[in-house]
């Protein structure tokens, strides 16, 4: 937990010295969440080490309550700050915004994400704040409700086809997640007889439009440009992660017409120790997707059976955004999965499928 909490907060008050002053502190943020990460995952071993997967790590939650929190209050100094004149400007503002997007997307996604899987009530609804404050809020239905169920299926709009480049995938996922997630909430609604006006859509929709009129309030014109700015960041590293976790893999038809259970095989991960702490264990991805509920500290990794990515999950999310660099590093890996795919079983791995 040392780590997680380290890699997480510390950039918290380089962001908001970084927001009031701009200056030397604008690049301190910027180098943290970018050159000083990279390095760390160059320099430190591959984190392969498991922890015990029936572990319950409280500190895990009031980690996540911490961040998640922190999150809302970050997001209104960062408005604030860059938008109004009393904080950065200039050129010291467009940096100021760059690191707030990134530890937006590379720490409040993450965090969000986790919150959304918990069983506790609250957690899940400040996972949705945490969302719908980034104008980003049907993840948290279309990610547990289609994702999850559908992953590594032509019916995902959140996974990549082998060949797709990000930027078609980034405008067929986002609006296919809005909609397909919209379709779960409604579904779920009538099979339990309520009233389709208790779809949380109208919350997602109502409280983007509410942070909008906040951004205008705090700062005016400037301040609503510096949120659709940060938002739409933060969508793109959301879209990024989706596209890299989950490129060109894909389940297998069964006999009887069905999927096969969601396996190890069906995600790429990353042993990289400094951003998978920043992540919270973010990029063990395929253990997530077998024990959706299981804590961030208690995911596994397991190199025998989960495709690994070559270079950390950040590294790769600035490779996707070159497709043909994309393609050259990753089409080939997709063969080696299939190959050790077809002799798998995933009976023999133990995991707890929802799919």
């Known amino acids: 937990m040392a780590a997680f909490t380290f ?19 604008s690049w301190i943020a910027l180098i943290y969440l970018t050159v000083l990460m990279r390095v760390l995952d160059l320099l430190l071993p591959k984190n392969w ?27 209104i100094a960062a408005i604030f700050w860059i938008g109004g004149p009393a904080g950065a400007d200039g050129f ?19 965090n969000a994400h986790e919150l959304i899987h918990r069983s506790d009530r609250q957690a899940r609804q400040l996972g949705r704040l945490v969302y719908i404050s980034m104008l ?16 590594a299926t032509p019916q995902d709009p959140s996974s990549a086809r082998l060949g797709e480049g990000f930027w078609r995938f980034a405008l067929r996922a986002w609006s296919g997640s809005f909609w397909a997630g919209l379709k779960a909430e409604h579904a779920d609604l009538r099979r339990a007889g309520k009233s389709l006006f208790l779809n949380p ?15 205008y309030a705090l700062a005016g014109k400037s301040g609503l440009a510096v949120f659709l700015g940060l938002s739409l960041f933060a969508h793109l590293q959301i879209l990024l992660s989706d596209y ?14 069905r999927y096969e259970p969601v396996g190890p095989q069906h995600s790429w ?19 997530h997707h077998m024990n959706p509920m299981r804590p961030y500290p208690a995911l596994q990794l397991d190199r025998e059976t989960m495709p690994i990515l070559p270079y950390s999950l950040p ?4 490779i996707a955004l070159v497709p043909g660099w994309w393609r050259r590093v990753m089409d080939d890996r997709i063969g080696y999965v299939e190959e050790f795919s077809d002799d798998f079983d995933f009976e023999d791995f133990g995991g707890e499928s929802t799919a």
Request: no cysteine; net charge positive; glycine share 10%.
């Open 7 to 25: 890699a997480t907060l510390l950039p918290l008050p380089l962001l908001l010295l970084a927001a009031a002053l701009g200056g030397t502190f």
């Open 49 to 75: 080490r498991n922890r015990n997967p029936q572990a319950e790590f409280p500190a895990s939650k009031g980690l996540s309550q911490v961040l998640g929190i922190a999150h809302l209050w970050t997001m």
């Open 92 to 110: 010291d503002a467009a940096i100021t915004a760059l690191a707030f997007g990134l530890w937006f997307g590379q720490i409040s996604h993450p």
């Open 136 to 151: 980003f809020g049907h993840h948290a239905s279309s990610h547990p409700k289609v994702h999850h169920i559908y992953v």
């Open 201 to 215: 859509y109208f919350a997602y929709i109502g409280g983007a439009a509410l942070m909008l009129l906040i951004a």
């Open 244 to 257: 890299v976790q989950h490129y060109g893999l894909d389940r297998a038809v069964r006999a009887d017409g």
């Open 269 to 287: 991960n990353s042993p990289h120790a400094a951003s998978g702490a920043m992540m919270l264990n973010a990029p063990r991805h395929s253990d």
């Open 315 to 318: 590294s790769m999310a600035m």
